[in-house]
């Protein structure tokens, strides 16, 4: 097993904590986007998508181009789909119970609540 990283690994699993930026995560998943493509399709403000990809971006999680006018936000597959599969093979072995996904509207109404609030998650 590899040496731990308390800062690192804190950084990574802070960027996913939480369901818009998971969200974006999903909606990344086979297509590049910009801000207001994201914001448009998870029915939220390009705010509050700009703020949560900002850590998700600072750990690499996302990538971004400029290829045009505006930036393109992407997966990095090369990160998500092993972190992807783990996750998977998790659940599957130990969280038989949470097989089920939530809901799109109970996700959206989740996440409409979520925007509402302000939270900080600082990086260093």
Do not use: W
């Amino acid at each position: 097993m590899k040496e731990f990283c308390n800062e690192a690994y804190y950084m990574i699993f802070s960027a996913l904590a939480n369901r818009t930026s998971l969200a974006i995560v999903d909606v990344l998943r086979d297509d590049r986007k910009t801000v207001s493509e994201i914001a448009k399709k998870l029915e939220q403000e390009e705010k509050v998508i700009a703020h949560n990809l900002k850590p998700l971006t600072h750990c690499a999680i996302i990538l971004s181009e400029s290829p045009g006018k505006e930036k393109v936000h992407f997966l990095n597959k090369e990160i998500v789909e092993p972190l992807s599969e783990l996750l998977a093979f998790h659940v599957d072995k130990y969280c038989p119970s949470f097989k089920e996904c939530i809901s799109p509207e109970k996700l959206k109404e989740y996440m409409k609540g979520e925007a509402a609030k302000i939270t900080f998650i600082e990086h260093e």
